[in-house]
Nanobody, 115 residues
Framework: QVQLVESGGGLVQAGGSLRLSCAAS????????MGWYRQAPEKQRELVAA???????NYADSVKGRFTISRDNAKNTVYLQMNSLKPEDTAVYYC?????????WGQGTQVTVSS
């Protein structure tokens, strides 16, 4: 089992920044992928960004150039630096981890961007 604990959400004005953190514990093996999804009201959950243990990244087109995903492998922690936030970034952000064939989810943290 893997446990994911997110932190860093909140309310920010458009153009502002937030940093999300997600700490993984449990059977989080040395090779894995971690990332962030988000789900806005009445919309499907979508991938925001993901990063491998080796540092390869993948971003949704809507956040490229504004969001940066990074990780500290020694701490099993992944970060999402969100800059130039827009009201359409408002959503619940979920941390995710793929370990072997199993996908794990955090409980989510609310990000609200006011115009």
């Amino acid at each position: 089992q893997v446990q994911l604990v997110e932190s860093g959400g909140g309310l920010v004005q458009a153009g502002g920044s937030l940093r999300l953190s997600c700490a993984a514990s449990g059977r989080i093996y040395s090779r894995n992928v971690m990332g962030w999804y988000r789900q806005a009201p009445e919309k499907q959950r979508e991938l925001v960004a993901a990063i491998t243990t080796g540092g390869r990244t993948n971003y949704a087109d809507s956040v490229k150039g504004r969001f940066t995903i990074s990780r500290d492998n020694a701490k099993n922690t992944v970060y999402l630096q969100m800059n130039s936030l827009k009201p359409e970034d408002t959503a619940v952000y979920y941390c995710a981890a793929w370990v072997g064939v199993t996908n794990y989810w955090g409980q989510g943290t609310q990000v609200t961007v006011s115009s």
